[in-house]
T-cell receptor, first 112, second 116 residues
Framework: AQSVSQHNHHVILSEAASLELGCNYS??????LFWYVQYPGQHLQLLLK??????LVKGIKGFEAEFIKSKFSFNLRKPSVQWSDTAEYFC??????????FGSGTKLNVKP | KAGVTQTPRYLIKTRGQQVTLSCSPI?????VSWYQQTPGQGLQFLFE???????NKGNFPGRFSGRQFSNSRSEMNVSTLELGDSALYLC???????????????FGEGSRLTVL
């Protein structure tokens, strides 16, 4: 069965610091990978997604992620975080019939 | 364009009771899926419906059930509630992945269930 692991459960950064959140997936076949974000009190929304092509994917709000097949990784990055990036971030992969496998999430707290 | 709407937003039940949650997908979306979100566990897949048919089911006991209506609206039901059922239940809609290779899920704000 597919699975997704996020090893950072809670990250605390100061504004302007660089961010990298780890995500590893288990499936060895063709993968569709996603990063979702949940801001406090809001619904989950898509940050970015990867299906094929350029392994460096750019999303909204300056976020990007790199798909590294040899490492089964899809890490999320942002060069300079802002206080408004405080949220919980979920990595996910999609199985058949829209069954998504989510990681346990990483809570990011950005100090102003 | 209206987003995914879930009702009720909050509810409190006692052990042994049952609960029904409702989800109205984005217009034109025919795939509806349900997830249970708990702290530290992330999102756990419950089931997915398309054209009134359950196509996929997660590893939850039979107390968890759902259905989809002809207008794509969906309901999920939990019977004989247990304390451990306390969670945020999320509904998400999308185009079926087979139709458009996007597969992006659009989430509602969730129904927060507390079981006492």
């Amino acid at each position: 069965a597919q699975s997704v692991s996020q090893h950072n459960h809670h990250v605390i950064l100061s504004e302007a610091a660089s961010l990298e959140l780890g995500c590893n997936y288990s499936y060895g076949g063709t993968v569709n990978l996603f990063w979702y974000v949940q801001y406090p009190g809001q619904h989950l929304q898509l940050l970015l997604k990867y299906f094929s092509g350029d392994p460096l994917v750019k999303g909204i709000k300056g976020f990007e992620a790199e798909f590294i097949k040899s490492k089964f990784s899809f890490n999320l990055r942002k060069p300079s975080v802002q206080w408004s990036d405080t949220a919980e971030y979920f990595c996910a992969t999609r199985g058949g019939f829209n069954k998504f496998y989510f990681g346990s999430g990483t809570k990011l707290n950005v100090k102003p | 364009k209206a987003g995914v709407t879930q009702t009720p937003r909050y509810l409190i039940k006692t052990r042994g009771q049952q609960v029904t949650l409702s989800c109205s997908p984005i217009s034109g979306h025919r795939s509806v899926s349900w997830y249970q979100q708990t702290p530290g566990q992330g999102l756990q897949f419950l089931f997915e419906y398309f054209s009134e048919t359950q196509r996929n089911k997660g590893n939850f006991p039979g107390r968890f059930s759902g259905r989809q209506f002809s207008n794509s609206r969906s309901e999920m039901n939990v019977s004989t509630l247990e304390l451990g059922d306390s969670a945020l239940y999320l509904c998400a809609s999308s185009f079926p992945a087979e139709r458009e290779n996007t597969g992006e899920l659009f989430f509602g704000e969730g129904s927060r269930l507390t079981v006492l």
